[in-house]
């Protein structure tokens, strides 16, 4: 075998490697130190990498706003979101996957093919639609559209094909009746894929900016995104507010990504396999 | 014989009803909130809907679309986007996959999660330092690069037309290259590894290996980020409302922009739906295309 050694390529690799991992890591790292600097260290023509006179009061300012309120209303979008998603499309994708009946073809193409459409050009007649049901400037206009999105059947689909047809046959002659075949075999066996889908949800619903923007206008349905955004429009030079408003919606939601990364990766790599 | 297709058919039924009982509440949402809406985009599309107006106006509004001036600038812009996004993004994260996913589990689900961490920073915190970064007076980019000597003016970054969109660009591609990365991660890891080893124990080089053997491998995986990098550079928006407006001088507008403007500045309902349309059209042309040519690729 030939010796491993390093090429002039696989220097340049590393370099650029690094170079772009702190590129990345940046914008975190700015908002997160931007917030603990008064207004002069932020505005000082020569930047201060790292506070020198680290203060709290960005978040004490923020949170005389109604930070919390909007923290709060963040959270119950994207718990809420995250569970009616994952409870309808491990529903659905397990018929879609092991139930044989008519019309399967058509719903699982109408499925598919529904990912394919810009979905934010739908917003006009959605936000018509929630004005019609009495839920716009709710968070419920937020949380319907986001379970609607066929991403989370297509996912358990793939997750389902994996149950062995055998245990399935084994429960029905057992005697169970289909709901218990569901919550005691189906359920087990595609744990992983729901945590997939459960993290992918919570972190897309916390994140979705755009649709969060056009269906909450009120000030006590406001979330953390709409929240900064509007801070950024009403007083855009005191940028430590703005920092630690950026802080408190970003730091959580990372958080949660870093500690199920190996989840979150599943679900995006599974939901691209074609099927 | 008539018995047991007679029980087989009462069979077929129950498993159809218990399998409809089961995606009812998917499909409830499903159909309420993305078929529906998009069927009443089509249909409101051919009316002149405002806030005291709604009558029907046949295809006006495509007409009045493709004469708007703004329109067309923000067609344009929207062309630019994809067209320098879409490749960029796709190239650069193959290259950052190869680089990354031979590297142990550590350095990998380091890596991984570095470039991910734009995405999952949220568009909102992020434009916050990109709006700093680009900052005339007090920018980073300014400094650096009056540091370097590489210009020796305060720009405006996003406030110049020359420079707007660009900018833009740039951010949207940091946003952008987390999941294709993921996805290529693991599209490499599966490619069969004794085709690897054969061809370069036949003496393959590492520019051969990958064409012939790697890159045929993981085109599904190229068409799938091909098309998700595409739709969301078609729906550019966010950054743009955040950063620029659409300014300066409708430099950055595009349609995505240009139809929340329509709708919801000036309640222009029925001409941003045209709009949605439209692009919704052009997305599926583009989708399409990309499908048909990776696959015929795929069967030389």
């Known amino acids: 075998m030939k010796a491993k050694r390093k090429s002039g390529y696989d220097i340049l690799v590393i370099v650029v490697m690094i170079i772009l991992a702190i590129l990345m890591i940046f914008p975190l790292y700015w908002i997160i130190t931007g917030s603990f600097k008064d207004a002069a260290a932020i505005n000082a023509a020569v930047p201060e990498w790292f506070p020198k006179n680290p203060i709290l009061e960005n978040y004490s300012r923020l949170f005389e706003k109604p930070a919390l309120r909007w923290l709060v209303n963040t959270v119950f979008m994207a718990v809420m979101s995250m569970a009616l998603t994952c409870i309808t499309a491990a529903m659905a994708g397990y018929a879609l996957a092991k139930k044989r009946f008519i019309g399967q073809a058509l719903m699982f193409s109408l499925f598919v093919c529904a990912m394919a459409l810009p979905k934010q050009v739908v917003l006009i007649p959605l936000l018509k639609e929630m004005s019609f049901l009495g839920l716009h400037d709710t968070l419920w206009a937020v949380i319907l559209p986001t379970v609607g999105w066929p991403f989370g059947v297509f996912l358990m689909k793939q997750f389902a094909e994996g149950i062995p047809g055998e245990m399935l046959e084994a429960a029905r002659i057992d005697g169970a009746g289909e709901i218990k075949t569901f919550t005691t075999i189906v359920m087990p066996m595609i744990k992983p894929g729901i945590g997939a889908l459960a993290i992918f949800t919570f972190i897309s619903t916390w994140n979705d900016y755009f649709l969060q923007l056009i269906m909450l206008n009120a000030s006590e349905v406001l979330t953390i995104s709409l929240g900064i955004a509007k801070l950024q429009a009403e007083m855009a030079t005191d940028y430590g507010l703005i920092m630690a408003g950026a802080a408190v919606a970003a730091v959580p939601i990372v958080t949660v990504f870093l500690l199920f990364q190996k989840y979150f990766t599943q679900g995006i790599t599974l939901g691209a396999v074609k099927g | ?300």
């Open chain 2, 1 to 300: 014989m008539g018995n047991s297709l007679k029980r087989n058919r009462v069979l077929v039924w129950r498993e159809t009803r218990a399998a409809y009982l089961f995606l009812l509440p998917a499909l409830i949402f499903f159909l309420g909130f993305v078929i529906v809406p998009m069927f009443l985009c089509l249909f409101y599309s051919f009316f002149n809907y405002t806030m005291n107006d709604f009558s029907f106006v046949g295809l006006q509004n495509y007409v009045e679309m493709f004469g708007d001036p703004i329109f067309q600038k923000a067609l344009v812009n929207t062309v630019i986007i994809v067209v320098v996004a879409v490749p960029t993004v796709t190239v650069f994260s193959l290259w950052v996959a190869s680089a990354i996913y031979k590297m142990n589990a550590f350095s990998r689900a380091f890596y991984r999660c570095v470039f991910y961490l734009p995405v999952v920073t949220g568009t909102v915190a992020v434009s916050v330092v990109w709006k700093w970064m680009f900052n005339k007076y007090t920018g980073l980019f300014n400094y650096v690069l009056n540091g370097i000597g590489v210009i020796d003016e305060q720009i405006n970054w996003l406030g110049d037309e020359r420079t707007a969109l660009a900018c833009i660009i740039l951010i949207l591609f940091t946003t952008s290259i987390g999941q294709p990365i993921v996805l290529y991660v693991a599209a490499l890891g599966n490619v069969d590894t004794t085709l690897v080893e054969a061809s370069e124990v036949d003496g393959a080089t590492k520019l051969q290996t990958f064409w012939k053997i790697k890159w045929p491998s993981i085109m599904p995986t190229t068409l799938y980020i091909l098309i998700i990098t595409t739709i969301n550079s078609f729906q550019c928006y966010a950054l743009i409302q955040l950063l620029t407006s659409g300014g300066p001088n409708h430099a950055t507008d595009t349609i995505m922009y240009y139809i929340y403007y329509q709708a919801f500045k000036l309640n222009r309902y029925g001409y941003g739906n045209a709009m949605g349309i439209f692009l919704a059209v052009v997305i599926a042309i583009f989708s399409l295309i990309q499908f048909k040519v990776t696959n015929n690729g795929k069967n030389d």
